[in-house]
Structure formats: C-alpha cells, structure tokens
C-alpha cells in the first residue's frame, strides 16, 4: 500500500484505480467504461478468483497478508514472481498510458500486451488446480484485447495500442495447446481470421456459421495467396495486415468457399 499526499493507494495506481473503476461501471454492463481495458483487467481477475477476495483485501487495503492480494492471486500456484511482474507491468501500462493522454501523436503502448500475457498465466495457473467450465474460459478469452477479437471496440484498441495486436491470442493459443486439461474455446477450434479482412474481402460473417473449418482454410488461402502470402508461415497474419493496410483499393477478387 502506498501513500501520496492524503490519499491511499491500494498496491499501486492502476490496480488501486482499475478497482475503483470496476465498482462504478459494473451498474452499466453494456457500457464502454465497464468494457474499458482498466476495467477489463479487474473483471479477468474477479472471474478468477472471485469479487469477495478483491473487495475484502481492497477495503482492507491487505496486499501481502492472510486474506491478502498476493495470497489470493497465488492460491492457484501463480508463482509470486509473476505477480509481482503484473504489479510492475500494470502500473508500467498505466503510466506509459497517462503520458500518452498529453500527447497528439501517441505511441504503442509496450506493457499492453505484458499485463494481459501476466493475466493468462493467471488463467491456465487457476485451471490447473481448480478446471475453469468452457463458459468461464470463453468469457476470459473474449475480455482479452487482441486484433483477432470478435468485440469491435476491443479488436480496434489493441490494433491501436498493441505494438503486435496478435501476440497475446498467440500466446494464449500456445498456452491451450500446452494444456492437460481441455478447454473447448471457438476461436480455437475454428480458424477464422478478424471481420475486417473478411469485411475487406467483401465476405459477409453470416456465412461463416454454415461452413466447416475446410471451407474456411480454403477461403483464408486465397486470401494470403492473392498477397503471395505463404498460409503456413507463423507470421502470416502480421504479413496480411500490413499488406491491407498499405493497399490502395480494395481486391477485385471473387473468393468462394
């Protein structure tokens, strides 16, 4: 706990605000504030370990003791050194963020991607111990911030402050792949590139509901082959990306499943 002037600091600033936030906009479930990346981090944590064991240390401001914020985050067997990466990562992330706020041009943001990779070790650390139901890990994985995110608002803020919007759905992809203990989570099991290229593409995502994972790795080729992109190369998604984004008109192409 930490002391700045009259005011009490839970931890640090971005988990004692991202708290505090979480309380005011959890009335409005719906609303952009309760869907805010500050707010989504709270709620990946209160998923995982429960909103009575956060308030209860929060109000009690017990970072390190019985009952604490450290005891809680490792009951699961998350090493103490990973939270203590979070902490670092977290406040990192939002004080990089506040310099930001002052500036026209703004930069990638680098702890972006290191506090949710800290929130996923938290995940696959939980479920080891105590297995999380599909619906719970597909509701962790939806609040994640990635470029290949379903959510429109999520998928735009990690393009816009992730330095590699990708890395962290590779990384929790990764993760699934290492797991014992199966989790069925769609995106996973079913290759579907962001809407935006699909949209880019003219390809409608009604569709998609109708088609088997063949169908779909035949639409995805041909659109890495009209970028002479190699569809088996690990960065491929990447390499897509930024051949859309330098693109001066849309493809004239007709792709069929």
Do not use: W
Not at 61 to 86: A, H, R, W
């Amino acid at each position: 706990m930490e002391k700045t002037g009259t005011r009490y600091i839970f931890i640090n600033n971005a988990i004692n605000d991202s708290i505090i936030l979480y309380y005011q906009a959890k009335q409005k479930p719906n609303g952009i504030d309760f869907n805010s990346f500050m707010v989504s981090v709270m709620r990946m944590i209160v998923l995982l370990y429960g909103e009575l064991d956060i308030t209860n240390c929060y109000h009690t401001k017990n970072e390190k003791g019985m009952g604490g914020f450290d005891t809680n985050i490792t009951k699961y067997g998350l090493p103490q050194k990973k939270v203590d990466s979070f902490k670092k990562n977290f406040e990192s992330f939002y004080e990089f963020d506040m310099r930001q706020k002052k500036l026209h041009i703004k930069r990638k943001n680098p702890f972006f991607d290191l506090v949710q990779k800290n929130l996923v070790d938290m995940m696959f650390a939980k479920n080891k111990r105590s297995p999380l139901s599909p619906e719970e890990a597909q509701t962790f994985y939806n609040l994640l911030f990635t470029a290949n995110s379903k959510d429109f608002y999520r998928r735009t803020y990690a393009i816009l402050t992730s330095p590699n919007p990708y890395e962290v759905d590779e990384y929790f992809r990764k993760n699934m792949f290492m797991l014992s203990n199966k989790i069925t989570i769609t995106p996973i099991k079913r290759r579907i590139l962001a809407q935006d290229i699909y949209d880019f593409f003219g390809i409608k995502q009604d569709i998609f509901g109708t088609l088997n994972q063949h169908q779909i790795d035949n639409i995805n080729k041909q659109i890495y082959d009209y970028y002479g992109i190699d569809a088996r190369d690990f960065e491929k998604e990447n390499k897509l990306r930024m051949a859309i984004a330098t693109a001066k008109k849309r493809p004239n192409i007709r792709i069929v499943a």
